[in-house]
């Protein structure tokens, strides 16, 4: 999840093992290479070997699938190369994050959710989060409808949230009542054009350091994603005014009961936006911000987040031990900010009854 500078793998035409060189790219989705891999000149084990790549992550604007190869284009690898495909198979690609573009909109395209770590303007190191202002005040109406004096949002209407790159209305999902949220027509066709954002509705009026968030919240892939989404779905906090600077946990629905162990050992994330992007994390510090969940997609699934300091946990499905807990938090000791629900390009997602409490 995905909105982010990383480590783009340069695809030379040889056949020698290449190393990973760092850049900037515009893309719509992440690929991350999980092993050394040839790529290929056609999709078959008997067309000939243009390259091998090593593990390593990078950012492309499609991808496809044929049969048990993915396609990428050579040019988005490294923009030395003219252009052309290149074949890797799908069993040493993880594709975690992107939308749906134009190009890979078929039945066999792999268009999964978060673009946003390949963003080009992130940087590799955290920075100073700048001061927050002070809070927005929701109008009344917002007041009444959407906030109650024990900080109780029950999100029953879309009165009082501010919506980013993405659409809110209220809706009944699985016999409770809540809001869908999923991404804007405006930011699909941005982000198929190469430009990236971070989707979050602001519950506005939050200001938030410390405390405990709860919520119910549920999702699922959306209805033009390709196989690599996941159901991208979460909570973001101390979200600073350029909405792209905060610290989220979300939850990969789909991985919670999938048959590839890898994959339910990436059911929850951490993520700290724009400078910890999941990639990085998992690329630097493998397994230290993510863990397994029993999760089930577009289910009703309650969410605590307790937040002290630099110190974060997250508990699912009410258990009374964390799933995941953050000692590092990135935005530090001090940092504060609002509160935001947190999707993917690729997920349609619903969330109910938020409460904030110190």
Not at 58 to 68: C, D, H, I, L
Not at 206 to 222: C, L, R
Request: glycine share 8%; proline share 8%.
């Amino acid at each position: 999840m995905s909105r982010r500078s990383i480590c783009i793998c340069a695809l030379l035409l040889s056949s020698l093992t290449l190393p990973v060189r760092v850049a900037g790219a515009q893309s719509g989705m992440t690929v991350t290479i999980l092993r050394r891999t040839p790529v290929r000149r056609a999709p078959s084990t008997a067309a000939s070997t243009i390259a091998y790549l090593t593990p390593s992550t990078f950012a492309v604007t499609q991808a496809r699938v044929y049969g048990e190869f993915v396609r990428l284009l050579l040019n988005q690898i490294d923009k030395k190369q003219p252009n052309g495909y290149g074949y890797i198979a799908k069993a040493d690609v993880d594709v975690d994050s992107g939308a749906t573009s134009t190009a890979a909109a078929a039945t066999d395209s792999v268009a999964p959710a978060r673009p946003a770590p390949a963003a080009p303007a992130r940087r590799d190191t955290t920075t100073q989060r700048p001061a927050v202002p002070p809070p927005t005040v929701p109008s009344p109406a917002a007041v009444s409808t959407a906030t109650a004096p024990s900080g109780r949002y029950a999100l029953e209407t879309a009165d009082g949230l501010r919506p980013h790159n993405v659409t809110v209305e209220p809706t009944t999902h699985a016999g409770k009542r809540g809001v869908r949220v999923a991404i804007s027509d405006d930011a699909r066709r941005r982000l198929t054009a190469g430009e990236l954002a971070d989707e979050l509705v602001v519950i506005e009026g939050t200001d938030f350091a410390n405390g405990v968030i709860e919520a119910e919240i549920a999702g699922a892939p959306g209805p033009n994603a390709g196989e690599g989404a996941r159901g991208f779905v979460g909570i973001a906090f101390r979200v600073q005014p350029d909405l792209k600077t905060y610290d989220a946990f979300y939850l990969r629905m789909t991985n919670g009961r999938a048959e590839d162990q890898e994959r339910r050992n990436h059911a929850v994330q951490y993520i700290s936006h724009p400078a910890w992007p999941w990639n990085r994390l998992r690329q630097e510090t493998p397994g230290r911000y993510e863990a397994y969940a029993d999760l089930v997609p577009d289910a009703w699934t309650p969410i605590r987040i307790e937040v002290r300091g630099s110190k974060a946990r997250l508990y699912v499905n009410g258990q009374p031990q964390p799933t995941l807990i953050v000692n590092d938090v990135k935005t530090g000791e001090n940092a504060r900010g609002a509160i935001a629900l947190w999707i993917d390009p690729g997920t349609v997602a619903y969330f109910r009854n938020v409460r904030v409490t110190p």
